[in-house]
């Protein structure tokens, strides 16, 4: 007897603010005019742009919207939704919230692909729910999600060390102490030579190990040959092998970065669309609480053209949030502090 495939019922909401009105919320009973502008806007003149960028205040919304444009995708379109937050705390966050209160079924992410529920691998990969992970489970050599239709990154502005982590080489100074030593002293020439002393010295003060200095990028065009030729070498003995290799060929794009901690090698401009996962989803969506106008979510992304989405005028009226700051230490003893500080936080469970 033959076996009967069954195909997975593709829902038809003929727009997301028609979804969001289907969904099972709890709580969140509409959309604010922002939101339903953006969404407007998004639907109008960007669903089927490959590079997307809104602009969401925090505490305007964002994370709502961007699950329901998941979601709508996810449904009409029948894709596989990535959705990507900077920790595994917000990743939490951000999956019981869309499960709780906006009804929109998502699967939390963390830790070792290795040890992913095989029903949470089925439910993404048969398109059931949108997975939501961090920026480092997409950005690394090996990533489990390496097809995704639609990639969605919250808080864009904070995805730039992430992204470009796959083309970085980070020499630290006590891990790879002779390596460390061997480029500095390629420095050494070019840089002030008190700044150099303190560089070399063990014994400085704990203020300047954290100053962090550029390498003017035409001296090391200039001196290109000889500091590829120190680090192909001394790298060797190293497990930055796999690093190097990445950037090698590249220097030129590169930049310096070095401080007493740690010297810092990575292209100006990461080369994102080498990367076949995120290079191959029909769509990416950055989400960002500010887009600004001199490309640097371009830069951050590596993505040269992106269609914006600014946020409308007098959102700030109706934020779905705000912060709250207090000092207590203005109007407290030292040790008086303390006990507010813990008790502030025994009263959340955030």
């Known amino acids: ?118 029903e949470s691998k089925t439910s993404y990969q048969h398109k059931e729910a949108i997975a939501i992970t961090t920026y480092s489970s997409l950005f690394n050599i090996n990533p489990y999600f390496d097809d ?30 002779q390596l460390y030593l061997d480029v500095i002293g390629f420095l050494e020439e070019h840089i002030d030579s008190s700044l150099y002393n303190r560089l070399v010295d063990d014994e400085i003060d704990p203020m300047d190990k954290n100053t962090i200095n550029v390498f003017p990028g035409y001296y090391l065009n200039d001196n290109h040959t000889d500091f590829f030729n120190l680090l192909e070498t001394s790298v060797q003995s190293t ?44 769509q990416r969506i950055f989400m960002s609480a500010t887009l600004g106008n001199g490309g640097d979510l371009e830069r951050i992304t590596g993505v040269n053209r992106i269609t914006k989405i600014a946020i409308p005028e007098g959102w700030d009226k109706q934020g779905l949030g705000r912060r709250f700051f207090q000092f207590p230490s203005l109007s407290l003893r030292e040790n008086e502090v303390e006990e507010f500080l813990l008790e502030a936080i025994g009263m959340t469970p955030r």
């Open 1 to 118: 007897m033959a076996f009967k495939s069954i195909k997975r019922k593709i829902e038809t909401s003929k727009d997301i603010e028609s979804l969001f009105r289907d969904l099972n919320t709890n709580g969140v009973e509409s959309l604010y005019s922002h939101q339903a502008d953006i969404i407007r806007d998004y639907q109008e003149n960007a669903i089927n742009a490959s590079n997307v960028a809104i602009e969401l205040p925090t505490g305007s919304g964002k994370t709502l919207i961007g699950l329901l444009i998941g979601e709508f995708k996810r449904q009409t379109a029948d894709l596989k939704v990535l959705y990507l937050c900077p920790t595994r705390q917000l990743v939490n966050q951000v999956s019981e919230l869309a499960n709780k209160k906006y009804g929109i079924k998502t699967i939390p992410f963390t830790g070792s692909k290795l040890k992913y529920l095989p």
């Open 148 to 177: 995704a239709d639609l990639i969605i990154i919250d808080d864009a502005h904070a995805s730039e060390n992430y992204i470009a982590s796959s083309w970085s080489l980070n020499i630290m100074r006590f891990d790879h102490e």
């Open 239 to 282: 497990n930055l092998k796999y690093d190097w290799a990445a950037i090698k060929d590249h220097i030129k794009a590169c930049n310096l970065y070095y401080s007493w901690n740690e010297i810092l090698i990575r292209p100006i401009i990461p080369p994102s669309l080498t990367n076949t996962a995120f290079k191959n989803a029909k």
